[in-house]
């Protein structure tokens, strides 16, 4: 990379969708979501015009704070030259992460981890559209080195070394070819979140249950915890559908406490649930421990993640055996570099990561890190799948390919992160010509 180009500008919009009209994204937390982003343009003083494209999810109100943290770290990344970022990685994130006053208001956690995420995010994007590779080939195709060189191990090394990444990043070497192939002519393999949001109705449900089914879906997730018999009855209703052969995932997003989870989860426990999903407090993790154990019997992991805040949460996690599926999230904690520490940690600990998707372009994000895990860190797919809903892909410049329930690796250079122009421009908040339309009609207020 020529040593001269640097960032010359970092641009941020507030874009958000009007999902809430329809309840898509609806559960016993949050009941009227619009599916938002912090959106970030990253360009250089290159002649060539690549630049990254990055963001961070959130679910409406709020999307504007995360802009504002956004704007107050891009002063610490513009005139940056990218040969600073990229050689050491890790030293960059550590700046970034660590700027003295800043991060007062983290640290690494919250709105301004939200913000570092959305920079981070369009930082990989700008590195994988130079090298002209998509996000996964870009790292699979890093000597393990290079790839630590990446990782802040800064507060995990009690429970991952730098020595003992670099030895798992070399053991999967000699056989990462021959995964590739089998990656690029299956896929890897979903399951499906679309079919069962709370606020749906029983004919909704079933109408999305048939639909997926017939398109040859055998994992499903729906969401809980609002209302016990209410579980029960769209339970029954799954099942019957989808039968015992299939697999079902709960999820309530934080609804419960410890003892409520245990329960409420004793009444749900005959539909067979293979994990139940973020029950607690999500920064509670001796409370996932004890529902864990009280769970085994019955035969349910836990899975969670999508609310975690970093990597040493992550790290406690595992520690305390209080998760059985570690849910990493593209745009939660510090992006490609944070993942790279989780998912190492998840290997040494034998959890296997399963992200959450879903949102504004997380499905397209997420299925990079996933990939690399299978090539180059857990060699196996056994007991790991990948969340796919099949909202507002459409918007996407690169969206997801699926074929047979699967997740086809992406081509194109870059981190899949790209929305399209007239996205950026109709839906930006709240200006955009589709929120004006919506103000006009009286279906919302600002």
Known sequence: MAASISVAKV????IRFPTSLEQHGSDAMHTDPDYSCAYIIITTNAEDGICGHGLTFTIGRGTEIVVAAVKALAQFVVEKKLSDIFDNFADFYRQLTSEPQLRWI?????????????????????????????????????????????????????????????????NNQATK???????LQDGYQAYTTSTAWLGYTDEVLLQRCRKALSEGWTKFKMKVGAD???????????RKEIGYDKTLMMDANQRWG????????????????????EPTSPDDVLGHATISKAMKPFGIGVATGEHCQNRVMFKQFLQASALQYCQIDSCRVGS?????????????????????????????????????????????KENRVIEYVDHLHEHAKYPVIMKNTCYIPPKEPGYNTELKA?????????????????????????
């Open 11 to 14: 641009e941020v919009k507030d």
């Open 106 to 170: 983290g640290p690494e956690k919250g709105v301004i981890q939200l913000a570092t995420a959305a920079i981070l995010n369009a930082l990989w994007d700008l590195w994988a559209k130079r090298e002209g590779k998509p996000l996964w080939k870009l790292l699979a195709d890093m000597e393990p080195q290079q790839l630590v060189n990446c990782i802040d191990f800064r507060y995990i090394t009690d429970a991952l070394t730098k020595k003992e990444a670099l030895e798992i990043l070399q």
């Open 177 to 183: 070819s021959e995964r590739e192939k089998n990656l």
């Open 228 to 238: 016990l018999q209410d579980d029960i009855h769209r339970a029954e209703l799954l």
């Open 258 to 277: 410890v003892e409520e989870t245990i329960q409420w989860m004793s009444h749900l426990a005959r539909f067979k649930p293979l994990w139940i999903e």
């Open 336 to 380: 490609v570099n944070e993942l790279l520490s989780i998912i190492l940690m998840a290997k040494k600990f034998d959890v296997p990561v399963c992200p959450h998707a879903g949102g504004v372009s997380l499905c397209e994000l997420v299925q990079h890190i996933s990939m690399f895990d299978y090539l180059c860190v857990s060699a196996t």
């Open 422 to 446: 007239e996205t950026l421009r109709d839906y930006e908040y709240p200006n955009g010509q589709v929120w004006q339309d919506l103000i006009r009609e009286g279906k919302i207020s600002l």
